[in-house]
């Protein structure tokens, strides 16, 4: 009987462990932070500043979430694909904000993705989600927004201003503070944004602007077989990120 009741308590306490640790921590990972993609390629030091002020430093398959403002250091490139196919390349001290971003599990009508460039050198390819609904796929930056319909964008922005340009794919709208618009119909065209002034004329790149929004290639990036396994699995994707 003593024996008994040793073991009687022993799985006691063992279902209260369960009960208060592990259950808790279960519900803490479904109700964790929305993820929006993950990093592919990575050179250099680059980080996440996660809604809550958290630092995350970034490396190859590091998660990217809703409200995550990513930043690179001066020698640094990344990659990161969202999971709607959305393919957004960094260059060296770029930042960039994930303002909202809503595919998976989600009707066509409300599916949405909004970003905000803040400084440096941006190249974005679109995804999904413009397919379905292109009003609610939005591209910002303190000088301009982005009508996109399905393409391949650049964007530049200096103390000076923005340039945004138009790399391959269907036409874009470029609407500034005050409400003008330019339309951008051809590839290696571009528009020039500042503070105080109305938006130029769209123009033809310069071969310097060419080579600066021309594909990062990357030493080290993720295998696509495995980024699509990812980017399809219903299973969290979230891994620690590490220098």
């Given at each position: 009987m003593p024996r008994l009741r040793a073991a009687c308590l022993a799985l006691s306490v063992f279902a209260v462990f369960l009960s208060c640790v592990l259950l808790p921590a279960a519900t803490?990972?479904?109700a964790g932070p929305d993820q929006a993609g993950l990093v592919t390629a990575i050179e250099g030091q680059a980080q996440a500043v996660g809604r809550?002020?958290?630092?995350?430093?970034l490396s190859l398959e590091a998660a990217v979430l809703v409200g995550d403002s990513l930043e690179t250091a001066a020698d640094a490139a990344v990659q990161i694909s969202l999971q709607d196919g959305t393919t957004i390349t960094m260059q060296a001290s770029s930042k960039l904000e994930i303002n909202d971003f809503l595919y998976k599990d989600h009707k066509p009508g409300a599916m949405a993705m909004a970003v905000t460039f803040l400084t440096g050198v941006c190249r974005l390819v679109t995804g999904e989600i413009v397919k379905h609904n292109p009003?609610?796929?939005k591209v910002n930056s303190p000088y301009a927004s982005i009508g996109?319909?399905?393409?391949?964008?650049?964007?530049?922005?200096?103390?000076?201003?923005?340039?945004?340009a138009l790399l391959s794919g269907s036409p874009i709208t470029v609407t500034g503070p005050a409400g003008?618009?330019?339309?951008?119909?051809?590839?290696?065209?571009?528009?020039?944004?500042?503070?105080?002034?109305?938006?130029?004329?769209?123009?033809?790149?310069?071969?310097?602007?060419?080579?600066?929004?021309?594909?990062?290639?990357?030493?080290?990036?993720?295998?696509s077989q495995r980024l699509q396994m990812l980017l399809q699995s219903n299973r969290p994707m979230i891994r620690p990120g590490r220098f």
């Open positions: 803490a990972r479904a809550d002020g958290v630092r995350r430093p009003e609610r796929y996109i319909r399905g393409t391949e964008i650049g964007s530049r922005i200096t103390a000076a201003g923005q340039l945004v003008e618009a330019r339309v951008i119909a051809q590839a290696d065209f571009g528009v020039d944004a500042a503070r105080g002034a109305p938006l130029s004329a769209p123009r033809p790149l310069t071969d310097e602007e060419k080579r600066l929004f021309a594909q990062h290639v990357f030493r080290r990036q993720m295998d």
